[in-house]
């Protein structure tokens, strides 16, 4: 081979070497300089990320992974991360209302004051979840795990959990009203104070709960178990409690069960009488 024709390809091998590591050089610059949020957007992963403050509203992704990230007071409003992983996030005063979180999993996760009205959290894991002072008005949580979560002074008015769990959480003066607690399980949770103003909970759970200082009007009890609940100062205003299993309750007053009503299925402690439900009385209630 003529050295001029070696020389020649020798010097395009080594300026294809170079362009090379141009490029990479560029690329890494580029990587580099790549925000949390938009890496969050190209790969839905953004494990341990600070984004404090972001604006993602409108968000889709499906199954991102976002353990541990931090989106204090970030916005969220009406994104889809359906499946997303939150193991431990930090949401505190985050806005994600009407979010489609569903199958999510906030195990652990610090969300005190977030605002998720009307989010969708249908089989979402919130076990452990520190949801003080949250508002999830309006929001779904059928099938949803929140056991062991702390709920105190929560807003839940109009939620709909039915079959959520939400076993040993801690619900202090949460707001109820007009809620759909069908089939949930609420066993060994502290529920002093909580407003269950026209709650529906048929088949409800509250074995062993603590419900002292609570407000049941015109609330549906239908089949529940209160077994070995604390009822001690409860209001139980026309409270439908038909095939309700009250065996063995702590503090009930009879005179606080004002306008309840049951049948001959109903499981009252000794002493203790009510009325037998009518459809009138389903009218008026």
Not at 28 to 39: L, N, P, Q
Not at 198 to 214: E, M
Not at 235 to 241: A, D, F, G, K
Not at 249 to 278: E, F, H, I, W
């Amino acid at each position: 081979m003529a050295l001029g024709s070696r020389v020649g390809r020798l010097g395009r091998l080594a300026l294809a070497m170079a362009l090379a590591g141009f490029m990479g050089t560029v690329l890494a610059g580029m990587a580099a300089a790549e925000s949390d949020v938009e890496r969050l957007k190209r790969t839905g992963e953004c494990a341990r990320c600070d984004l404090r403050l972001s604006e993602l509203r409108g968000l889709k992704l499906e199954k991102a992974r976002l353990s541990r990230v931090i989106l204090r007071e970030a916005d969220l409003k009406e994104a889809s991360l359906v499946g997303a992983d939150l193991r431990g996030a930090d949401l505190r005063r985050a806005e994600v209302e009407r979010s489609d979180l569903s199958g999510s999993d906030l195990t652990d996760a610090s969300m005190r004051g977030v605002d998720m009205e009307k989010a969708v959290l249908d089989g979402a894991r919130l076990d452990g979840a520190d949801l003080r002072n949250a508002d999830l008005s309006g929001a779904t949580l059928t099938g949803a795990s929140l056991a062991g979560a702390d709920l105190r002074l929560a807003m839940l008015i109009r939620v709909e959990a039915a079959g959520a769990s939400f076993q040993g959480a801690k619900m202090t003066g949460a707001n109820l009203e007009r809620g759909d607690l069908t089939n949930a399980d609420l066993s060994d949770a502290r529920l002093s104070f909580v407003d269950f103003d026209r709650v529906k909970a048929i088949g409800a759970n509250f074995r062993g709960a603590d419900l002292s200082g609570a407000r049941f009007s015109s609330a549906d009890l239908t089949g529940a178990d209160l077994s070995g609940a604390n009822l001690d100062e409860v209001l139980m205003r026309r409270t439908r409690l038909v095939g309700a299993d009250l065996t063995g309750v702590r503090g009930l007053d009879a005179a606080r069960m004002v306008g309840a009503c049951g049948d001959p299925t109903t499981k009252l402690p000794k002493g203790v009488y009510l009325k037998t439900c009518s459809d009138m009385d389903d009218a008026d209630r």
